[in-house]
């Protein structure tokens, strides 16, 4: 899975580097961004095997981003992580083609093992 593409998403700084410490050696290509319209920007331009998207980003949403995402790309695996993980979001996530929903705190090897799945698919 070392040859894989990810694009990931986050708004918080410290949660964006600690990820990105821990993804950054297990893939070979790791795009960070802090918001969705970066994201979606350079995702349309160097398109990824997987989406690692927050969900709640200023100016769009992680499910705007979902949903653009999909909409050119569907193959594309898109994962969602929040802290606000209601019902309500999780079934709006897995409507709008969400891969899965993962709640914060991230369990590293989960989000890892999630990753690894959506890769296989």
């Given at each position: 899975?070392?040859?894989?593409?990810?694009?990931?998403?986050?708004?918080?700084?410290?949660?964006?580097?600690?990820?990105?410490?821990?993804?950054?050696?297990?893939?070979?290509?790791?795009?960070?961004?802090?918001n969705a319209e970066e994201a979606?920007?350079?995702?349309?331009?160097?398109?990824?095997?997987?989406?690692?998207?927050?969900?709640?980003?200023?100016?769009?949403?992680?499910?705007?981003?979902?949903?653009?995402?999909?909409?050119?790309?569907?193959?594309?695996?898109?994962?969602?992580?929040?802290a606000h993980n209601s019902a309500?979001?999780?079934?709006?996530?897995?409507?709008?083609?969400?891969?899965?929903?993962?709640?914060?705190?991230?369990?590293?090897?989960?989000?890892?093992?999630?990753?690894?799945?959506?890769?296989?698919?």
């Open positions: 899975m070392k040859n894989k593409k990810l694009l990931f998403v986050e708004d918080n700084v410290v949660a964006a580097e600690a990820l990105k410490s821990f993804l950054s050696n297990r893939y070979e290509t790791l795009i960070t961004v802090s979606y920007d350079a995702f349309s331009k160097n398109p990824v095997d997987v989406v690692i998207s927050d969900l709640n980003l200023p100016h769009m949403s992680g499910f705007e981003l979902l949903e653009k995402i999909k909409k050119i790309s569907p193959q594309t695996a898109v994962l969602i992580i929040s309500e979001n999780v079934k709006r996530a897995e409507e709008l083609g969400a891969d899965k929903f993962i709640s914060k705190p991230l369990d590293l090897d989960l989000l890892e093992a999630c990753i690894n799945e959506a890769l296989s698919k």
